[in-house]
């Protein structure tokens, strides 16, 4: 009698084989239904944790958080910051701490002549100067003062073995701004 099919069980099943049964069945759907969801989302977060995790680089360099502190606040983990810029780290005594320059490849936006052009910037000291001069053009086009664009003028850059000129006329530099060219988004370019 302990054995008899109850509802939902197939004739001649007993009740541990027909428990069993839809256990399979349940992980089988569970699997099937994230599989499905997850596909589509992966190629955009691969891209968004690399950028991620070149953040939390630099907020290590910038404040000196440990690893676990600079993960949280740029929202991304750990391992996933130890996987995309481990280049940029250094483990000594258990812990790590970033390296004060790196060679990590990073897509970013660049302003010339002609407008915007993406190009792989791999130094973060490059990196670092050519935020600082899209930080003063920022300055310029919202103020009109001209000193900040100053320390740029005649100085280039070097990405991906080019030499470009930081833009510092401010004629230009209106006209790229009121062509839509000069945006202030994100200063990185996702490449997909």
């Not at 004060?100 to 100067?129: C, K």
């Amino acid at each position: 009698m302990c054995n008899a099919p109850r509802s939902g069980a197939l004739l001649g099943e007993t009740i541990v084989a027909a428990k069993r049964r839809r256990r399979v069945v349940t992980k089988t759907r569970r699997r099937s239904r994230s599989h499905s969801r997850a596909r589509p989302r992966a190629r955009v977060d691969r891209e968004d944790a690399r950028l991620r995790a070149l953040h939390a680089v630099a907020v290590m360099r910038r404040e000196g958080r440990s690893l676990q502190a600079a993960a949280s606040r740029a929202g991304v983990a750990p391992r996933t910051v130890l996987a995309k810029a481990r280049q940029a780290l250094r483990k000594r005594e258990g812990r790590y701490s970033a390296v004060p320059l790196d060679e990590l490849r990073r897509p970013m936006r660049v302003l010339t002549e002609r407008g915007l052009v993406v190009l792989d910037v791999t130094s973060s000291r490059a990196a670092s100067r050519l935020a600082k001069y899209w930080n003063a053009v920022d300055t310029y086009l919202r103020t009109g003062d001209r000193r900040a664009l100053a320390p740029y003028a005649g100085r280039s850059l070097t990405a991906e073995g080019h030499r470009m000129s930081f833009v510092t006329d401010p004629r230009l530099l209106d006209r790229l701004a009121h062509a839509g060219e000069v945006t202030f988004e994100d200063l990185y370019e996702s490449s997909t």
